[in-house]
Protein backbone atom coordinates (compact mmCIF):
# COMPACT_ATOMS: atom_id res chain seq x y z
CA UNK A 1 0.00 0.00 0.00
CA UNK A 2 2.86 2.46 0.99
CA UNK A 3 4.74 1.81 -2.39
CA UNK A 4 1.65 2.27 -4.38
CA UNK A 5 0.70 5.66 -2.96
CA UNK A 6 -2.13 4.89 -1.53
CA UNK A 7 -1.69 6.77 2.09
CA UNK A 8 -1.20 9.88 0.15
CA UNK A 9 2.70 12.08 0.80
CA UNK A 10 4.96 9.43 2.11
CA UNK A 11 8.00 10.74 4.51
CA UNK A 12 11.76 10.19 2.80
CA UNK A 13 11.93 8.26 6.42
CA UNK A 14 9.15 6.35 6.42
CA UNK A 15 9.52 5.55 2.03
CA UNK A 16 13.08 4.18 3.17
CA UNK A 17 12.45 2.07 6.19
CA UNK A 18 8.63 1.00 5.92
CA UNK A 19 8.84 -1.80 8.63
CA UNK A 20 10.67 1.43 11.22
CA UNK A 21 8.90 2.45 14.58
CA UNK A 22 9.05 5.68 12.71
CA UNK A 23 6.74 3.81 10.21
CA UNK A 24 4.67 2.32 12.39
CA UNK A 25 3.95 5.45 13.95
CA UNK A 26 3.18 7.08 10.44
CA UNK A 27 1.31 4.77 9.37
CA UNK A 28 -0.97 4.42 12.93
CA UNK A 29 -1.38 8.39 12.98
CA UNK A 30 -2.90 8.72 9.12
CA UNK A 31 -6.26 8.03 9.16
CA UNK A 32 -5.69 7.18 5.24
CA UNK A 33 -4.38 4.40 6.33
CA UNK A 34 -7.11 3.17 9.05
CA UNK A 35 -9.11 0.19 8.16
CA UNK A 36 -12.17 1.60 6.03
CA UNK A 37 -14.75 -1.58 6.64
CA UNK A 38 -15.22 -0.48 10.40
CA UNK A 39 -15.27 2.23 13.23
CA UNK A 40 -12.52 1.45 15.24
CA UNK A 41 -9.98 4.21 13.53
CA UNK A 42 -7.31 1.30 13.72
CA UNK A 43 -4.30 0.62 11.44
CA UNK A 44 -4.66 -1.63 8.25
CA UNK A 45 -2.72 -4.23 8.64
CA UNK A 46 -3.07 -8.13 9.11
CA UNK A 47 -4.13 -8.07 12.37
CA UNK A 48 -6.80 -5.89 11.76
CA UNK A 49 -7.94 -7.79 8.57
CA UNK A 50 -8.39 -11.00 9.50
CA UNK A 51 -8.52 -10.84 13.35
CA UNK A 52 -9.96 -7.99 14.73
CA UNK A 53 -12.00 -5.61 12.42
CA UNK A 54 -14.79 -5.58 13.95
CA UNK A 55 -17.28 -5.33 10.67
CA UNK A 56 -20.32 -7.58 11.36
CA UNK A 57 -19.46 -9.59 7.80
CA UNK A 58 -15.60 -9.84 8.73
CA UNK A 59 -16.80 -11.27 12.74
CA UNK A 60 -19.45 -13.26 10.75
CA UNK A 61 -16.70 -14.95 8.24
CA UNK A 62 -13.87 -15.46 11.06
CA UNK A 63 -17.10 -17.13 13.37
CA UNK A 64 -18.27 -19.72 10.39
CA UNK A 65 -14.63 -20.47 9.33
CA UNK A 66 -13.88 -21.21 13.38
CA UNK A 67 -16.56 -23.52 13.30
CA UNK A 68 -15.88 -25.26 10.23
CA UNK A 69 -12.12 -25.80 11.68
CA UNK A 70 -13.84 -27.12 15.17
CA UNK A 71 -16.55 -29.60 13.11
CA UNK A 72 -13.52 -30.84 10.97
CA UNK A 73 -10.80 -31.66 14.14
CA UNK A 74 -13.97 -32.92 16.22
CA UNK A 75 -13.86 -36.08 14.38
CA UNK A 76 -10.61 -36.51 12.69
CA UNK A 77 -8.24 -35.14 15.61
CA UNK A 78 -10.30 -34.96 18.71
CA UNK A 79 -7.03 -34.52 20.80
CA UNK A 80 -6.31 -31.77 18.71
CA UNK A 81 -10.05 -30.54 18.87
CA UNK A 82 -9.94 -30.03 22.30
CA UNK A 83 -6.71 -28.20 22.37
CA UNK A 84 -8.27 -25.87 19.52
CA UNK A 85 -11.33 -24.92 21.76
CA UNK A 86 -9.32 -23.94 24.48
CA UNK A 87 -6.79 -21.46 22.86
CA UNK A 88 -7.96 -20.70 19.60
CA UNK A 89 -11.14 -18.40 20.84
CA UNK A 90 -13.68 -15.72 19.41
CA UNK A 91 -14.38 -13.00 21.83
CA UNK A 92 -18.09 -11.83 22.30
CA UNK A 93 -17.01 -8.78 20.32
CA UNK A 94 -15.69 -11.07 17.27
CA UNK A 95 -11.94 -10.45 16.85
CA UNK A 96 -10.12 -14.27 17.03
CA UNK A 97 -7.19 -14.87 19.40
CA UNK A 98 -5.02 -17.49 19.97
CA UNK A 99 -3.78 -17.65 23.66
CA UNK A 100 -5.01 -14.31 24.42
CA UNK A 101 -3.51 -12.73 21.06
CA UNK A 102 -5.02 -11.87 18.20
CA UNK A 103 -1.44 -11.57 16.29
CA UNK A 104 -1.07 -15.03 16.43
CA UNK A 105 -4.63 -15.97 15.39
CA UNK A 106 -4.05 -13.78 12.24
CA UNK A 107 -0.94 -15.90 11.40
CA UNK A 108 -2.80 -18.76 11.98
CA UNK A 109 -5.45 -17.06 9.36
CA UNK A 110 -2.60 -16.17 7.04
CA UNK A 111 -1.69 -20.05 6.74
CA UNK A 112 1.37 -19.95 9.84
CA UNK A 113 0.25 -23.54 11.52
CA UNK A 114 1.62 -23.19 15.13
CA UNK A 115 4.09 -26.23 15.80
CA UNK A 116 2.29 -27.11 19.20
CA UNK A 117 -0.89 -28.17 17.36
CA UNK A 118 1.49 -31.08 15.71
CA UNK A 119 3.11 -31.33 19.38
CA UNK A 120 -0.23 -32.23 21.05
CA UNK A 121 -1.32 -35.03 18.38
CA UNK A 122 1.97 -36.71 18.21
CA UNK A 123 2.48 -36.76 22.10
CA UNK A 124 -1.24 -38.17 22.25
CA UNK A 125 -0.78 -40.66 19.74
CA UNK A 126 2.79 -41.48 21.08
CA UNK A 127 2.30 -41.96 24.74
CA UNK A 128 1.14 -45.11 25.29
CA UNK A 129 3.56 -47.10 22.87
CA UNK A 130 4.79 -49.85 24.03
CA UNK A 131 8.78 -49.57 23.32
CA UNK A 132 8.44 -52.26 20.73
CA UNK A 133 5.24 -51.04 19.37
CA UNK A 134 3.00 -53.43 17.84
CA UNK A 135 1.75 -53.11 14.57
CA UNK A 136 -1.75 -51.93 15.28
CA UNK A 137 0.06 -49.52 17.48
CA UNK A 138 2.04 -48.30 14.51
CA UNK A 139 -0.89 -48.08 12.34
CA UNK A 140 -2.81 -46.38 14.90
CA UNK A 141 -0.18 -43.68 14.65
CA UNK A 142 -0.12 -43.64 10.90
CA UNK A 143 -3.87 -43.13 10.80
CA UNK A 144 -3.00 -39.59 13.05
CA UNK A 145 -0.33 -38.62 11.36
CA UNK A 146 -2.22 -39.21 7.86
CA UNK A 147 -4.91 -36.98 9.69
CA UNK A 148 -2.87 -34.35 10.62
CA UNK A 149 -1.83 -34.40 6.51
CA UNK A 150 -5.41 -34.01 5.71
CA UNK A 151 -5.86 -31.21 8.25
CA UNK A 152 -3.16 -29.62 6.50
CA UNK A 153 -4.92 -29.53 3.29
CA UNK A 154 -7.90 -28.44 4.52
CA UNK A 155 -6.54 -26.01 5.71
CA UNK A 156 -5.21 -24.90 2.59
CA UNK A 157 -8.38 -25.25 0.56
CA UNK A 158 -10.48 -23.80 3.05
CA UNK A 159 -8.22 -20.27 4.29
CA UNK A 160 -8.79 -19.22 0.71
CA UNK A 161 -12.38 -19.49 0.25
CA UNK A 162 -13.40 -19.16 3.42
CA UNK A 163 -11.08 -15.95 4.99
CA UNK A 164 -8.99 -14.65 2.55
CA UNK A 165 -11.61 -14.27 -0.61
CA UNK A 166 -14.18 -12.83 1.91
CA UNK A 167 -12.08 -10.95 3.50
CA UNK A 168 -11.24 -9.35 0.44
CA UNK A 169 -14.42 -8.78 -1.09
CA UNK A 170 -15.90 -7.00 2.56
CA UNK A 171 -12.24 -4.56 2.27
CA UNK A 172 -13.06 -3.82 -1.75
CA UNK A 173 -16.78 -3.00 -1.22
CA UNK A 174 -15.21 -0.55 1.67
CA UNK A 175 -12.74 0.70 0.13
CA UNK A 176 -12.90 4.21 -0.98
CA UNK A 177 -10.26 6.33 -3.42
CA UNK A 178 -7.85 7.21 -0.77
CA UNK A 179 -5.02 9.26 -2.50
CA UNK A 180 -4.84 10.34 -6.20
CA UNK A 181 -1.54 10.76 -7.52
Known sequence: MLAKGRYGQIPDEVEADNRSPDS???LE???L?????CDANLLENREHNLAVCNNATAKRIRATW???LLKYTHTKL???HTHLRSRLTLSQGGSLSW???TNSASLILSGCVPKSWWTVVFNRATCALSDTPSDEERDSVDK??????????WLSKHLPIDIWAPMHKLRSENFATRYQT
Open 24 to 26: IQW
Open 99 to 101: DGS
Open 144 to 153: IASNFTNLLR
Open 66 to 68: LGK
Open 29 to 31: GND
Open 78 to 80: PTL
Open 33 to 37: SWCQS
